[in-house]
Structures are given as C-alpha cells and as structure tokens.
C-alpha cells in the first residue's frame, strides 16, 4: 500500500528522536513518512489505530536469523531491521546478495566476520558467508590457535575487503577463540577505528571465571577503545557477565565517563543459546561458570545433558547443535534484579541474539505460518522486545514462568523504571544512533518523523507481552498490531502478511 497512501488515523504516536507524544495521524508514501498531522486526508488505506500507540520500527543490533519463520517471530515482536554484527559474515558482499535474493520480510545487514576471517586465515577453511560455516566449525582447534603474524595480517585484509564492500562494522567472537593474543584484538580495533565503525565484541572469559586467562575480557574491550579510540560494543553483557554485571557496568561506566566509546546491550532472558561445541562449554571448562552438564538442553531433541560422557558425545557428533544454557535464574529475585540492572544500563540498547530454528523434524513448507510444532529456537527469537518493553515499562519484577506469560490485562500493571518513551529509545532511537555516524540509512529509521523510512511498528501498550516460553519458543508476541517496512504491511491485524518481503539491505559508507 506504500505507493497507493496509507494513513494510520487517531493513534497515540510517540517519536523517541524528538520527543513527540500525541494523538495524531500518520501518512505514508512510497515507502517514506509523508505527514504527521490531525484531519489529514482520506487515504486509498485508511486504518483506524485509535488507542493504540504508533511509534518507530525495533531495531535489533544482535540477530543470527536469516531464515523466513524466524525473521517473521521478529516482525511479530516490532523488530523492522535485524542485523548480523556479533558474528557478521564473510566475504560480506556475497551475504548481501544472497539476502537480496531471497528477499527477506525486514530490512537486514552484516558486519565483517572476524571468525570466519580467522578460519580462513589460520586454519585454511574454505569462505563461506554464512553462520552455519561458522557453527559447523565451532569446535575445530585449529581456527582458535593462536596466529601467526603473517596469518594476522591476511585476517585484516579479509576484513578491510569485506569494510570496503560496506560491512557495518566488524563483529569479534572472541570468547569463541580464548588462545587468540591480545595484541590481535587491538590490531582489529585499530581497524575498525580507522574505519569510524564499531566493534561488536562477545567478550573473552572474566577474571572471576578464569583467574588464568591472559587478560580480563571486561577490561579487554575498555582498553581496546581507550587505545585505539574505536567505537566498542560490548555485546549481551548480560550473558557474558552473570553476577559478576555490577563490576562490569561499573567499568563501563568509567571508560564511558573518560570519554571512551563504549556502549552496551542486553537481553531478558536468563539463559542463552550457542552450539554444543564451544570452547566455554567443554566439560572440563563447565565449573568455571557454575555450569553442569545438567545445565544444558540440547535443542534438536530438548534433553537436558544428563553426564559429562552425554555432553562429549553431543560435541564430537553435533558441535553446532544449538543447546540453551541455564545462567542466571528467572525465578531468582536477585538473578532478576542483575538482567534490569544490564537492560536499564544508561545507554543499553535492546538487542536479542536471536537465534535461527531448529527443525526437529523436516519442514514439509518452510514458508508456512503459524510455525508448526517441529519448530523450536530460544525464546528470544520470538520475544526480546515486547517482554523488554514490558519490563521496562509495567512490572519489572515479574518473569515469565515457562509457561503462559505474566502481566497481559491493564488491571494487573505495576510500574516499570521507565516511561514508555524512554522504553521504545531503547529498541529504535538508541541503536540506530549507535550506527547512524558511517551508515546512512541509520539516520532514516529509529524516528517517525515526515521524510524517514516508514518503519513503524503499532502497538497496544496495556497488551504488549512475550507469549514464546522455553517449552513454546515459537509463539509469537502479543500486543503488535501492524508492522510496516518501507510502507509496507509486514504483520497486519496481528498476524503476518505472508507474501510481503519489502526489507532492503543497509550498508556502511566505506572510506
């Protein structure tokens, strides 16, 4: 309906970039915000959101998914953008248009991929600009060996190919590769400062977990952009940091106020998802989180690992299999009380790390909606912002259960930290700032302001929950009513539109 004129009439519109909140009409054109008014004219699509917020497009920093049933979850839960930076692809330009090719619901983009680079460049790997290259390898020693100086060099040129073809940054598995040098983290830096973009960073292990380790990762990323003056972010500070986020934050806090650039993200959630086969997961490695094999749940069959020999045999068989890891109790009022203090971190960003999903059994439709029972991911795929906005907003001190979620009628509400406002800053306004420097695009979305993209999300802000659970992870969101993408219906009346595929690509502007 972009090109034929849409207004959304009588809804409440917030726009976090100017601090609009009012009762107002949007119009929408080509693709773009054409007016922002009252008694604007009769549209060809005239749809009525009264009582209902308007507001700009989710903008997830932190998304693995490419694959139609997972990017459909994000729509549901208001993300209009969803880009692969932790990871990021390479060679960059071939994801670019492999994306393009099969069109894709929301807008996407990557940054360069330094694992896959270093596989390349260390171990002899074939490139492949993909995360299931990534997850295939994930246990393989000889990427995470440390490098030589002429290997080093050819992980840079990998990397400053992949800048030039408009990577939005460079993403660092880091804690994926613990024997890689110090001194090999600063080079990347180096590289991503010269290119004025950030570094998306999965911290090395922390001291406290590793008393051993050649330096401590919350450190590691401060002194990377006090040396370099790269734009570092520091990726699920959440996940990385468990109980130990209070002395994280805090020196954050103090690289942030020297005049670092540091910023943070996290997700609300209490534990995360990788594949079976990383370095941090080994047995023998276990303790150093608090972890057991029991503290694993293998998702292509959802056993939680019942002995060490199970966990072996599961990394030697499937080191990619994804696997959920219980850190941090939701049922546990401190546990619960150290994810706010990461989501409201002044600055912190939403992101999900959603993660693609995991087929127990072959799709006889992939394209199919609603998502049939076979597929299964972690929670967050389907539920990172709307639970984030219900936290933040209503009643932070209530989790889901795994089962049905808290919190759905006006009546139950408590008081979150912060204003609705302040809440959608978080999902839109704030990460696109964060890229907005170096990618044009960026200054186009996370606003709904006349001129700008038409991403925008419309909402009920008394409804707006999770509904995904660890033993219903697919269940879409409540609350969303419409999501459009460059003025295009991507989820309409609460369900999703299953032939719209008007997501474009978002690129860096090499120098």
Not at 229 to 238: K, L, S, V
């Amino acid at each position: 309906m972009s090109d034929s004129g849409l207004v959304l009439r009588g809804g409440r519109v917030i726009d976090p970039g100017s601090g609009l909140d009012a009762v107002l009409d949007v119009a929408v054109a080509h693709g773009q915000i054409a007016a922002i008014g009252t008694g604007l004219p009769p549209a060809a699509d005239d749809v009525d959101v009264a009582g209902q917020v308007v507001t700009a497009g989710f903008i997830d920093l932190h998304s693995h998914v490419s694959d139609l049933g997972g990017l459909r979850l994000q729509a549901m839960d208001g993300v209009t953008t969803a880009l692969e930076l932790e990871a990021g692809v390479t060679p960059v330009a071939d994801a670019y248009r492999r994306a393009a090719a099969q069109g894709r619901p929301i807008n996407y983009g990557f940054a360069a991929s330094w694992a896959l680079a270093r596989m390349q460049a260390v171990a002899g790997l074939p490139p492949d600009p993909s995360l299931n290259a990534f997850m295939a390898r994930i246990s393989d020693p000889a990427w995470q060996r440390p490098a030589e100086p002429a290997q080093v060099t050819a992980l840079l040129a990998r990397l400053s190919a992949d800048l030039a073809d408009g990577a939005l940054g460079i993403g660092v598995l880091l804690g994926y590769a613990p024997a890689a040098s110090p001194a090999e983290y600063l080079r990347v830096a180096e590289l991503a400062a010269e290119a004025g973009l950030p570094a998306f960073t999965h911290a090395r292990d922390l001291i406290e977990m590793v008393p051993g380790a050649v330096i401590d990762g919350a450190e590691e990323i401060v002194r990377a952009a006090a040396q370099t003056g790269a734009h570092m972010h520091y990726c699920h500070i959440n996940s990385t940091s468990q109980r130990h986020i209070g002395r994280v934050l805090a020196l954050v806090g103090r690289a942030q106020d020297a005049g670092s650039r540091v910023t943070t993200e996290a997700y609300p959630y209490g534990s995360g998802m990788t594949g079976i086969g990383a370095a941090f997961l080994a047995p023998d490695r276990l303790g150093e989180r608090g972890l057991a094999p029991t503290s694993l749940t293998y998702a292509p069959t959802g056993e939680r690992v019942s002995t060490e020999a199970r966990l072996r045999e599961l990394r030697q068989s499937d080191p990619g299999g994804l696997v959920i890891i219980d850190m941090l109790s939701e049922d546990d009022p401190a546990d619960r009380a150290l994810l706010m203090r990461s989501l409201t971190f002044p600055g912190a960003v939403v992101a999900s790390d959603a993660m693609p999903l995991t087929w127990t059994a072959p799709p006889a439709d992939p394209t199919a909606w609603p998502l049939p029972p076979a597929a299964i991911t972690h929670p967050r795929t389907a539920g990172t912002f709307c639970r984030a906005l219900r936290l933040l907003t209503r009643d932070a001190g209530q989790f889901a259960a795994d089962g049905d979620p808290v919190g759905r009628n006006a009546e139950d509400l408590g008081h979150g930290p912060l204003s609705l406002a302040q809440a959608l800053a978080k999902c839109s306004l704030e990460p696109a700032r964060l890229l907005a420097d170096r990618v044009p695009a960026m200054r186009r979305k996370g606003r709904l302001q006349a001129g700008l993209d038409a991403d925008v999300v419309v909402l009920d802000p008394e409804k707006i929950t999770d509904r995904a659970s660890y033993r219903h992870s697919t269940r879409p969101s409540a609350g969303i009513r419409h999501v459009l993408v460059n003025g295009t219906f991507v989820v309409r009346d609460g369900d999703i539109v299953a032939d719209a595929r008007p997501g474009r690509p978002v690129r860096a502007d090499p120098r």
